[in-house]
């Protein structure tokens, strides 16, 4: 497997070829501390994946693999905290934190090789994690990647979330049900807290979609669906309610 490293601190880019060189799988077909080199290399090295820090000196890794549009596998590396990249809006992107654990890194080279997971982004989805940085907010629309495809929403869009068994389904006004390989909470903390309520365990609700609140602790959402409220939120759900009084 050919891996293409784009990073320009000179002392995590030589403990990451020090693991590298420990894979006998692994050729590192080049390296670049600057987008400009990077640009010039990456169409000739051709790797099956790069290793990319987002922010470099003379600009944004994100901006030049949406220009260059590669077929390749990405996993960034980076210093942005882990709800920042989760909030990254898109998908279940490849990253791996700063400080790098060697365990860890060895393990999501492993998968990459063996292809159990896809690192793989197109163009619109590395301008909205681009955007995002830019204006750090609780983002307008989100990436879902379910086991077919991926689907781009507008938050707006979504009426209520099921968490289920380390699965979320998502309901929306315009699409079927989708499904996604991540919990519940991951999505709590992505959505805005001004429209999302965790009313129950295993619901997320968009509270602009709420039909009517019976007394005996349920929700009526838009679309007919009844939801439970847990009685440690039925405060938060009647105080959201008073509000239209």
């Known amino acids: 497997m050919k891996i293409y490293l784009l990073e320009d601190e000179h002392n995590i880019y030589l403990y990451i070829k020090s693991l590298l060189d420990e894979i006998p799988y692994v050729q590192v077909v080049g390296h670049s501390p600057t987008i400009a080199e990077a640009e010039r290399e990456l169409i000739v090295a051709k790797p099956d ?11 944004s890794s994100l901006s030049l693999l ?5 077929d390749v596998s990405i996993i960034f590396i980076t210093a942005f905290n882990q709800y920042a990249i989760e909030a990254l809006n898109i998908g279940a992107i490849g990253y791996l934190l700063k400080p790098l654990v060697a365990n860890t890194f060895m393990e999501t080279i492993e998968k990459c ?3 159990n997971t896809e690192f793989r982004f197109n163009s619109m989805q590395l301008n909205m994690a681009e955007n995002y940085l830019k204006s750090p907010a609780k983002p307008k629309r989100i ?14 869009d979504i009426l209520y979330c ?16 989708m499904m996604v390989s991540k919990v519940l909470k991951h999505f709590e903390a992505m959505l805005p ?3 999302f309520i965790r009313c129950h365990q295993s619901y997320l609700i968009n509270v602009n979609y709420i039909k009517k609140y019976y007394k005996d602790g349920q929700l009526e959402m838009t679309d007919g669906k009844l939801i439970p409220v847990s009685s440690r939120k039925k405060e938060v759900i009647l105080q959201f309610l008073n509000e239209f009084n």
């Open 49 to 59: 994946l790069i290793l990319a820090d987002i922010q470099l000196k003379d600009g």
């Open 113 to 115: 090789y063996r292809k």
């Open 143 to 156: 990436a879902l990647r379910t086991f077919e495809y991926t689907q781009i929403l507008n938050v707006e």
């Open 193 to 195: 807290d001004s429209d």
């Open 162 to 177: 099921h968490g289920d068994k380390g699965y979320t389904t998502f309901y929306t006004k315009d699409t079927n049900p």
């Open 66 to 70: 949406s220009k260059l549009e590669l």
